[in-house]
């Protein structure tokens, strides 16, 4: 009924950039009426952790502190796919990232103090490995 897959991840330097993908198939209005996706990230032996939220179509994001300023999530409703872009990455950055989607409309606030928790549907996540 609803998949999430991502894509675009690798290998690169740190200081290089990467733009991770979200294509979501999803029967019906699922994703036209979820108003909240998510990029979280989790790297061995690390919880997962919330890198960026957006509401909407893009009307409202919000980021990491560790990622705030090098990070972009954008999402294109006509293509049902979600992005993140990633600048300046730091080895630290490197994790297993996944796209999440809340379905259901929910408002703005909701939606950035979201949990993984929150989210009901997740991709299969793709490697980003930053080397110093």
């Known amino acids: 009924q609803v998949q999430l897959v991502e894509s675009g991840g690798g290998s690169v330097q740190a200081g290089g950039s990467l733009k991770l993908s979200c294509a979501v198939t999803?029967?019906?209005?699922?994703?036209?009426?979820?108003?909240?996706m998510g990029w979280f990230r989790q790297a061995p032996g690390k919880a997962r952790e919330g890198v960026a939220r957006?509401?909407?179509?893009?009307?409202?994001?919000t980021y990491a502190d560790s990622v705030k300023g090098r990070f972009t999530i954008s999402r294109d409703n006509a293509k049902k796919t979600v992005y993140l872009q990633m600048n300046s990455l730091k080895p630290e950055d490197a994790a297993m990232y996944y796209c999440?989607?809340?379905?259901?409309?929910?408002?703005?606030?909701?939606?950035?103090?979201?949990?993984?928790?929150?989210?009901?549907?997740w991709g299969q996540g793709t490697q980003v490995t930053v080397s110093s």
């Open positions: 999803a029967s019906g209005t699922i994703y036209e009426d979820s108003s909240c």
């Open positions: 957006i509401f909407g179509g893009g009307s409202g994001t």
């Open positions: 999440a989607m809340r379905r259901g409309f929910y408002g703005a606030g909701a939606c950035f103090q979201s949990t993984a928790a929150d989210f009901s549907d």
